[in-house]
């Protein structure tokens, strides 16, 4: 009995793998992931600007990823994982004359700054990420504490 349900799972895992393979919706996924700035902004810009829990979710290491997808809203996953909620934001990360990126050999932490408006109340912010390299891919791993 627990054999047949190993397979049955296998075959569900098998079947879904290759269905979602070929869809060909990259609507739904970040691509590029060399750089864990880009990335950093990619996640963000599809949580607050697209309103894209799956597209943020996808460029996650798996805890953070089930973590936020466990909230499956993106004002949800803005409010209770980041602490921040906004209509419209604007993120840039922190390129001052202070070290911003600290990269080792296979992990980061980036600083992001945010200013955007909230029910017409403009609202600054500041987080920190610490992300992770797996087969030449940056992924959000982290929510740091505040810096500040």
């Keep these: 009995m627990r054999y047949f349900k190993v397979l049955i799972s296998l075959l569900f895992l098998c079947s879904f793998t290759l269905l979602t393979a070929c869809s ?18 990619a996640f963000f810009d599809a949580l607050y600007n697209e ?7 996808s460029v996650c290491s798996p805890k953070l990823a089930r973590l936020i ?10 409010r209770h994982l980041f602490n921040m909620s906004y209509d419209r934001v604007e ?15 296979g992990s980061a932490n980036i600083t992001i700054y945010f ?6 109340n403009r609202i600054k912010d500041v987080k920190r990420l610490a992300f992770i390299q797996v087969d030449g891919k940056w992924f959000m791993d982290k929510i740091l504490k505040d810096p500040f």
């Excluded at 997808?69 to 803005?78: D, L």
């Excluded at 990360?93 to 990126?101: L, T």
């Excluded at 200013?115 to 017409?120: A, I, T, V």
């Design 24 to 41: 060909g919706d990259d609507s739904q996924t970040i691509t590029k992931v060399d750089d864990p700035e880009i990335v950093a902004m």
């Design 51 to 57: 309103k894209n829990v799956k597209k943020a979710a």
């Design 69 to 78: 997808m466990h909230y499956r809203s993106p004002s949800a996953v803005g």
């Design 91 to 105: 993120m840039k990360p922190d390129s001052g004359g202070v070290q911003v990126r600290q990269q080792f050999k």
């Design 115 to 120: 200013d955007g408006y909230f029910q017409d």
